[in-house]
């Protein structure tokens, strides 16, 4: 007996449509504004890109929009933008033509930047009983007609708010636009299909597909983002042992002593110990797998950049760093008198405010190899938000 053949599996391709000029915020057009460090724009990308049923994401933008588009992307790995027209959907329509093959499409509008993976998981199994799906929610406030003054109560049931994504066989929805009469134009996708006898399934949306219209859903959707932010600790911890010399480094500061601290950089521990946190709290190795000690170019390297490089490294995943708390653990030198001095250095090149740094000291009672003086040991937590996709 052969095996049956299994069937294979549909290929789905992302079309984001951000060719609008964003009228009713006003300035920049929305979808190129940011939210937590981030484009709306590339929000909406990133949420589509790793969906695993997405093979590829085609953005439409605007004519004159190349850079905006160049700076709110950066080097995503994305097939060139298509130009879209004067409406959305003839942006579609632009957008559609320059998919390629793929059987499946999901169209989306830039300016709803955080797609939960859930919605394009309902959206492709209701394409298994419907050539369209949609993602929709009930209207829960009063609904009425307006203008100068309240007209009539509008009954609000049976009436659903229609979001994007829309999901749609591709031959289906390209046939459909393609018979849509020039002169008309389609509040959404959903409409031409059914306009073509296309039927579209429902499925559930999300509060947080809204579209960002105005100035004020803006502010909403930032602090919507903060809140959702995830907070990591990462711990580090460093050794150095002191060696002849007349001075040593400790949290970027030099400090005379009768010993120095041998090591390949300049030995900070409590720097070393922070840097060691930072990447902790982000899940980014450590600072032997990013500075190894067997490269030349960290010979007696002052340890700042080293901090510098960390922060660096959380502020790319668009983290913030919340807080540093430092425990430096010598015999000698004596940390109190240096103390202020070492946060002040520190915040600063982390660039957060001093409250965010915690310096402190202790002895072992004389125990080990820091309580006979042999070396100077530091730990230090750092805890971070990263925002929630990471
Ligand atoms: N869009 C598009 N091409 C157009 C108009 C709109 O690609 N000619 C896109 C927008 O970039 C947005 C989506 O369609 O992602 C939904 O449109 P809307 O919210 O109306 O955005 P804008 O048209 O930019 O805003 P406004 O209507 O306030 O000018
Ligand atoms: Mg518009």
């Not at 290929?11 to 951000?18: D, E, K, M, Q, S």
């Not at 959903?190 to 100035?215: C, E, F, M, N, S």
């Not at 922070?274 to 500075?291: C, E, K, N, P, W």
Request: glycine share 10%; net charge neutral.
């Amino acid at each position: 007996m052969t095996e049956p053949t299994p069937l294979a599996t549909p290929r789905t391709v992302a079309l984001i449509v951000a060719a609008g000029s964003g009228t009713r915020m006003g300035g920049v057009p929305k979808q190129y504004r940011m939210i937590g460090g981030r484009s709306v724009l590339a929000h909406a990308i990133d949420r589509l890109m790793v969906h695993p049923a997405v093979a590829s994401v085609q953005v439409v933008i605007g004519a004159g929009q190349a850079d905006l588009y160049r700076h709110a992307v950066g080097d995503r790995a994305l097939p060139p933008p298509v130009t879209g027209g004067d409406t959305r959907r003839a942006s579609v329509l632009a957008g559609l033509t320059a998919i390629g093959e793929a059987d499946r499409v999901l169209i989306h509008d830039a300016a709803r930047p955080f797609v939960p993976p859930t919605v394009i998981d309902r959206l492709l199994a209701a394409l298994a009983r419907s050539p369209g799906a949609v993602p929709a929610l009930a209207v829960a406030d009063s609904l009425a007609r307006g203008g100068e003054s309240l007209g009539d109560a509008v009954p609000r049931e049976g009436v659903v708010r229609v979001q994007t994504p829309q999901a749609f066989h591709l031959d289906a929805i390209v046939a459909a636009h393609r018979a849509w009469p020039q002169d008309r134009e389609a509040t959404d996708d959903a409409q031409v299909l059914r306009a073509h006898g296309g039927g579209v399934a429902i499925v559930t949306g999300d509060p947080l597909l809204d579209k960002l219209t105005y100035a004020g859903d803006f502010d909403a959707a930032e602090r919507g983002m903060e809140r959702r932010m995830i907070s990591r600790s990462g711990m580090g911890f460093d050794v150095h042992a002191f060696c002849p010399g007349d001075h040593l480094w400790l949290g970027g500061l030099r400090i005379e002593h009768d010993r120095g601290l041998a090591g390949h950089s300049d030995a900070d521990v409590a720097l070393h110990a922070i840097v060691d946190a930072l990447l902790g709290a982000i899940g980014d190795g450590d600072i032997g797998s990013h500075f190894p000690p067997s490269d030349p170019r960290w010979r007696g390297a002052a340890s700042d950049r080293f901090v510098r490089y960390a922060r660096d490294r959380v502020i790319a995943r668009r983290g913030v760093i919340d807080h540093i708390d430092c425990t430096i653990i010598c015999e000698t030198p004596k940390v109190g008198p240096h103390r202020a001095a070492i946060r002040t250095l520190v915040a600063a090149m982390l660039q957060v405010r001093e409250e965010a740094v915690s310096i402190k000291a202790t002895t072992t009672e004389r125990l080990g190899f820091t309580g006979r003086g042999e070396g100077m040991a530091a730990q230090a937590i750092a805890t971070v938000r990263l925002p929630p996709d990471q």
